[in-house]
């Protein structure tokens, strides 16, 4: 059993940025791809990024290209989110999620509020 917990949430004023991380335990999360997601207030939960754990290839959302980028850091054994260029529309809760075939694991969410 792995459990995700998720860090670095807050509020911020627009144009600024976040970095969130991702932690685990139970279990290391180097050996599983890990994905970080969202839901906005009425809104779908959103895929935003992904780190697979065999090659480190990373996966963006073309919503979120070129302001979140997602990292491995091995040695804290954690998954960051860094978010530059924050609006409003990025206002929502964010999970982590881990798995190898499937999203098995979720962290509870951490929220982000952009004001304006």
């Known amino acids: 059993q792995v459990q995700l917990v998720e860090s670095g949430g807050g509020q911020v004023q627009a144009g600024g940025s976040l970095t969130l991380s991702c932690a685990a335990s139970g279990r290391t999360l180097s050996t599983y791809d890990v994905g970080w997601f969202r839901r906005a207030p009425g809104k779908e939960r959103e895929f935003l990024a992904s780190?697979?754990?065999?090659?480190?290839?990373?996966y963006d959302a073309d919503s979120v290209k070129g302001r979140f980028t997602i990292s491995r850091a091995n040695a804290k054994d954690t998954v960051a989110l860094q978010m530059n260029s924050l609006n409003a529309e990025d206002t929502a809760v964010y999970y982590c999620?881990?798995?190898?075939?499937?999203?098995?694991?979720w962290g509870q969410g951490t929220q982000v509020t952009v004001s304006s």
């Open positions: 780190i697979a754990w065999s090659s480190g290839r990373t």
């Open positions: 999620a881990a798995g190898r075939n499937s999203w098995a694991y």
